[in-house]
Nanobody, 124 residues
Framework: QVQLVESGGGLVQAGGSLRLSCAASGRTFSSYLMGWFRQAPGKEREFVAAINRSGGTTYYADSVKGRFTISRDNAKNTVYLQMNSLKPEDTAVYSC?????????????????WGQGTQVTVSS
């Protein structure tokens, strides 16, 4: 019911910043919980951050707390991930996901729709 397209990835030096965007199709964006996940080569996809329908509640993986901020603009059907103080270990393909459920979740199987991903590379 919803299509997701990520953008904003790229190459950045350690300590730098990037802002990822995830644009959703349709007119029911505000009915979904949204999350960001990432996957590095040879590793399992891991949870990064999630946000509730209104944008008032967020949840972060310990590895990104204090550095990343998830937000959403329901009027623009867009969710964002502001990434500051980037580290080489943040290098991964970052994907946006939508959840029809009621609680913020960190597991990949909890999400119903996924974007194609955008590459983030952090050099040392």
């Amino acid at each position: 019911q919803v299509q997701l397209v990520e953008s904003g990835g790229g190459l950045v030096q350690a300590g730098g910043s990037l802002r990822l965007s995830c644009a959703a199709s349709g007119r029911t964006f505000s009915s979904y919980l949204m999350g960001w996940f990432r996957q590095a080569p040879g590793k399992e996809r891991e949870f990064v951050a999630a946000i509730n329908r209104s944008g008032g509640t967020t949840y972060y993986a310990d590895s990104v707390k204090g550095r990343f901020t998830i937000s959403r603009d329901n009027a623009k059907n867009t969710v964002y991930l502001q990434m500051n103080s980037l580290k080489p270990e943040d290098t991964a393909v970052y994907s946006c996901a939508a959840d029809k459920g009621y609680f913020l979740r960190a597991t990949t199987t909890s999400y119903d729709y996924w974007g194609q991903g955008t590459q983030v590379t952090v050099s040392s």
